[in-house]
């Protein structure tokens, strides 16, 4: 038996730790543990089981949580390489990786000592002590909760029911700690992860039954005599109907496990068209040559808008269930509606799981569970689904892999596409990268043969991709004098499609009623308190909120910095713009689709089906409305303001804003009727908006190329952004001119190196930023580099929390 293993815990530190294994304890490497941590106690991976003996003494670990690994040797692979190439703590990765949190609780319990009883004992004999210097409160305070310990019937006291019995604060309970009065213990333990819910079930049906008695009795026996409680509330009939039933001995309750539910929508009433085209075949059978060779494979699908590739998708998938093997389909964040799951409920049944961000924790652990255990081979999610614990890995697909959903934000910073192919890599596995308008690092590795390019250059049915119309939004100031939001044109060609009975899209890709609000006074703008940024003026709800860290102000009636009554909202928003569409076409039935009228997948999914079912004419809204959707009877789009990103210092913003031109484009004619787009832009001659007037992606990624060449931008160059951030300004600065200082004497060779300066949003969530960015055509060269800074941070004692390192970056901002 080895007597040390070294555990990963889930702290910001780019190491793990050696625990002493106690005599009997069997951990696995792969499986988790429960460990002392810093006077707590948290659950980490065992990495490696060993007998070196550590230089400082090791603490032993407290228990094994798993007798079979839970990250199988693929996922740790997986594991260390996501820590290596993104600089992140190996523990907070695997804590990522794992989606298990809800079977470990924290816990906190109470005491009381000998010296607490003694207290009590005094407090009670003298009423108060007249030397204390604490106020009466504190010391009824105190005394509730010396009472209420020494009165109850369990040794150990939850905090949490101490706290609701007494409502005395933590920090009163705490003091009593340092007095020695009360012993805090850390009860955290495993949980069990297995949910259950209480159904009622139907022991007979005999003898008289009232009228609401009568309607349970019957469901139930309707539904295999079993119905759980929530079910049976949308009966309408009263509460004590059930108990009734219960006590002559009718029903019974039990606790069941819950069986995951897939979607509450319901599915569509035709099946799923698997009737494929010839170019669809051909990539169909492309995909499934390269499966069954069992060698790792990259490919790029690149399919126009409306191409089919979801058929594609879903048509390998299937026979990769068929050959008893697994499949894991990656989609954007807003991509997974109840409706899809619907779909692919309907094409593989209990074979297929779906992670999405809206599960609890707990039904998250439930759905991996299930894919460890080989139920559901079929696994279909965002981003985290990267990781799913799938036997026999034969294909990842990559949905709309250009989609920046796809980047975590926080650490670990990793990009699931990329994730996926490196699995896919270890696994042998092969790997599908779909879109209309691939991301520029994804074609390059494709047109330099690291991925077979496959496309689907046509849509389905041979439907025409829709006319694209531009609008010179400075003509049509010179020629209105005045600035318009919707053009003449757009204006026209909404009123014409309204009256044919067709519907309309129009992008506008900015929240809020106005984007700023300024003094005509002083000049100022009304910022947010914690960020370098405009507030936007939200009407409906009367407020002003910041986009970035959700601070919200009262709308103001003068200027907060000099009193002048001579404020002016400026610029307009979805909601602004929502109006000014009601007012134009007061006839039309209008919808707003944005972060504020979309809380989550239901709602979306309400506007969408009405849209589909005819009950909308018109819908506004950000990008949320350009992605993926298939709704037949649009056959306008309208663009108003989407190319707002070509005025930021971003190397990225043509990408994007060609990225997302396309794709809304995409939104239209997709039915029996062709359709049009008005793209109505302030930057007519820019390339991003020509090449995507005119579907030409390879234009556009050639142009492109020859920018990121020049300017050794990805794909020509790995590229990392470093952010030292600070609530202290002096520290902000202080630290980025220790890196900078650093970074200029030690000259790492074949890597640039571009700051410190200022980060473009200079102050965020409180936080003054100070960023580099660094390139390197060598990305062992790039990695070097960031490890060495990351030493230098260290030795300087600058918080490994307060430096940020991104690598592949996809906001420099
Ligand atoms: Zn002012
Ligand atoms: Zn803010």
Excluded at 725 to 741: E, F, I, P, Y
Aim: glycine content about 6%.
């Amino acid at each position: 038996m080895p007597l040390f293993c070294d555990v990963a815990v889930p702290v910001p530190l780019d190491m793990a730790f050696t625990y002493k294994i106690p005599d009997g304890m069997g951990p696995v490497v792969g499986g988790r543990v429960l460990v002392p941590f810093r006077q707590q106690r948290t659950t980490g991976i065992v990495v490696e089981l060993h007998d070196r003996k550590p230089t400082v003494t090791a603490k032993n670990v407290i228990s094994v949580l798993d007798a079979a690994p839970v990250l199988d040797s693929f996922l740790l692979r997986l594991g260390r390489w996501i820590a290596d190439y993104y600089l992140a703590p190996i523990g907070d990765v695997f804590r990522t990786m794992l989606p298990l949190s809800a079977e470990f609780k924290k816990s906190i319990g109470y005491r009381i000592t000998e010296e607490g009883q003694m207290a009590l004992h005094l407090a009670g004999m003298s009423g108060s002590s007249a030397r204390s210097r604490r106020t009466p409160d504190e010391q009824a305070a105190e005394f509730r909760v010396l009472d209420y310990l020494s009165n109850s019937d369990v040794d150990m006291v939850r905090a949490e029911t101490l706290r609701s019995a007494t409502n005395i604060s933590r920090q009163v309970i705490e003091g009593m700690v340092r007095k020695k009065w009360l012993i805090r213990e850390d009860l955290s333990a495993p949980q069990d992860a297995k949910r259950t819910i209480r159904v009622a079930v139907l022991k007979s049906a005999e003898g008289k039954l009232n009228e609401n008695q009568r309607t349970i009795v019957e469901t139930l026996a309707a539904n295999t005599g079993k119905l759980s409680l929530e079910a049976l509330q949308s009966l309408e009939v009263p509460r004590s109907t059930l108990g009734t039933l219960v006590r002559r001995g009718l029903v019974e309750i039990v606790e069941e496990p819950a069986d995951f539910t897939i979607s509450r929508s319901k599915p569509r009433s035709s099946p799923f068209d698997f009737d494929l085209n010839s170019a669809q075949k051909s990539a169909l059978k492309q995909l499934r040559e390269s499966v069954d060779s069992r060698k790792f494979a990259g490919m790029l699908l690149h399919g126009v808008t409306g191409s089919g590739k979801t058929a594609v998708y879903l048509a390998g998938m299937r026979s990769v269930l068929d050959a008893g093997r697994s499949a894991i389909l990656l989609v954007p964040e807003i991509g997974l509606t109840p409706a899809v799951a619907a779909d692919l409920h309907q094409i593989f049944g209990d074979e297929v799981a779906i992670l999405h961000s809206a599960l609890s924790d707990k039904e998250r652990a439930e759905q991996w569970h299930r894919i460890k255990r080989g139920e559901s081979r079929m696994v279909v999610g965002t981003r985290s689904a990267a990781f799913a614990p799938v036997n026999d890995l034969a294909l990842i697909i990559v949905d709309e892999e250009h989609d920046s959903s796809y980047k975590q934000e926080e650490t670990p910073r990793y990009h699931a596409r990329d994730v996926a192919v490196m699995r896919a890599k270890m696994s042998d596995a092969v790997v599908v990268l779909g879109s209309a308008t691939p991301s520029l690092e994804s074609y390059f590795n494709a047109k330099k043969s690291k991925y077979a390019l496959v496309e689907l250059p046509d849509r389905v049915e041979q439907r025409p991709l829709p006319e694209v119309e531009i609008i010179d939004m400075r003509l049509e100031f010179q020629e209105t004098g005045h600035e318009q939001v919707v053009s003449r044109k757009l204006a026209a060609e909404i009123k014409d499609r309204l009256e044919r009975k067709e519907q309309v899209m129009v992008l506008l890709n900015r929240r809020g009623y106005s984007p700023v609000v300024l003094c005509r006074t002083c000049g100022q703008k009304l910022e947010c308190a914690n960020c370098a940024i405009a507030l936007t003026h939200h009407k409906r709800e009367h407020k002003m909120v910041c986009h970035y860290c959700g601070y919200i102000a009262p709308v103001p009636k003068a200027c907060v910095h000099c009193g002048s009554e001579y404020v002016y909202f400026l610029g307009t928003g979805s909601e602004k713009l929502e109006e000014l569409l009601h007012g134009m076409f007061p006839q039309a039935r209008i919808a707003r689709l944005d972060r504020d009228t979309v809380r989550g997948h239901e709602d979306f999914e309400r506007t969408l089906n009405a849209l589909n079912e005819g009950e909308l004419d018109l819908i506004v809204g950000t990008q949320m409305i350009a992605k993926g959707h298939d709704i037949h009877g649009v056959t306008l789009v309208g663009v108003v303001g989407a190319d707002v990103a070509l005025g930021l210092p971003d190397f990225r913003a043509a990408e994007r804003t060609f990225q997302l031109l396309t794709q809304v484009a995409g939104r239209a004619g997709r039915g029996q009727t062709p359709g049009k787009v008005i793209l109505q832009t302030y930057f007519q001659d820019h390339y991003a908006v020509q090449y995507a007037a005119q579907h030409d992606f390879i234009g556009f990624y050639e142009k492109e190329l020859r920018f990121r060449s020049w300017m050794h931008y990805p794909p020509y160059s790995a590229l990392a952004n470093v952010l030292v951030r600070s609530d202290k300004l002096d520290d902000a600065l202080r630290w980025s001119g220790l890196l900078g200082k650093w970074f200029e004497s030690t000259r790492h060779e074949g890597v640039r190196v571009l700051g410190p300066a200022s980060a473009p949003i200079m102050r965020l969530k409180r936080d003054y930023r100070y960023h580099f960015v660094l390139k390197s055509p060598s990305r062992e060269k790039l990695n070097g580099a960031l490890r060495a800074m990351l030493a230098h941070a260290a030795q300087q004692k600058i918080p490994r929390t307060q430096v940020i390192v991104d690598v592949d970056a996809l906001w420099l901002m």
